[in-house]
């Protein structure tokens, strides 16, 4: 069965600090992987995804992540965070039967002005 | 990618009662899928629906509670019956356009039960 963690619940950032969010996964086969961000009462929207190749992806919004095969990692980076990026940043997973998203618990980020 | 129409929005519901929520996409899609947020959670699947067959529904979720209709390859519904207090929170349908090429989400449906 296919898993995703985000060990960070919350995250502060300060307004053009750099940012990373972590994720890590478990499947078994090669992943196809995902990041989504939800901004309060709005719905999900994709940022990024990999499914083979370059393993350094960049999405939209100035975000890129990173597939680190040996790691079992897809972190998600910003090198400058804007206060517009505050929200809940989910990281997710398919594979399996009827390539299902299976999602980690989120990240609530928060940007200091 | 798919773009994904959901409705309704928002409802509030009375407890007991049943909603049906829609989704229509603007392609044909294999699979459909619908998930549920709880309040402050992530997305859980609830089941996968695919074109003539019967759903198949995840751990923790049944039949019975959340019966899912698929009569063609672009519109779902899913019915959430005898509703109550804890049934509050998002559903968000999803489809599979190509492969794993065309996930998108509806923009769900905040419910609550009062």
């Known amino acids: 069965a296919q898993s995703v963690t985000q060990p960070d619940i919350h995250i502060t950032v300060s307004e053009g600090a750099s940012l990373e969010l972590r994720c890590n996964y478990s499947?078994?086969?090669?992943?196809?992987l995902f990041w989504y961000v939800q901004s309060p009462g709005q719905g999900l929207q994709l940022l990024l995804k990999?499914?083979?190749?370059?393993?350094l992806v960049q999405g939209i919004k100035g975000f890129e992540a990173e597939f680190k095969r040996s790691q079992s990692s897809f972190n998600l980076r910003k090198p400058s965070v804007h206060w517009s990026d505050a929200a809940e940043y989910f990281c997710?997973?398919?594979?399996?039967?009827?390539?299902?998203?299976?999602f980690g618990g989120g990240t609530r980020l928060m940007v200091k002005p | 990618s798919a773009v994904i129409s959901q409705k309704p929005s928002r409802d509030i519901c009375q407890r007991g009662t049943s909603l049906t929520i829609q989704c229509q996409v603007d392609s044909q899609v294999t699979m459909m899928f619908w998930y549920r947020q709880q309040p402050g959670q992530s997305l859980t699947l609830i089941a996968t629906?695919?074109?003539?067959?019967?759903?198949?529904?995840e751990s923790g979720f049944v039949i019975d509670k959340f019966p899912i209709s698929r009569p063609n390859l672009t519109f779902s519904t899913l019915t959430v019956s005898n509703m109550s207090p804890e049934d509050s929170s998002i559903y968000l349908c999803?489809?599979?356009?190509?492969?794993?090429?065309?996930?998108?989400f509806g923009s769900g449906t905040r419910l609550t039960v009062v």
């Open positions: 997710a997973v398919a594979g399996g039967a009827g390539n299902m998203l299976t």
């Open positions: 499947y078994g086969a090669t992943p196809y």
């Open positions: 999803s489809v599979d356009g190509v492969g794993p090429y065309g996930y998108t």
């Open positions: 990999y499914f083979s190749g370059d393993t």
């Open positions: 629906a695919n074109q003539g067959s019967e759903a198949t529904y």
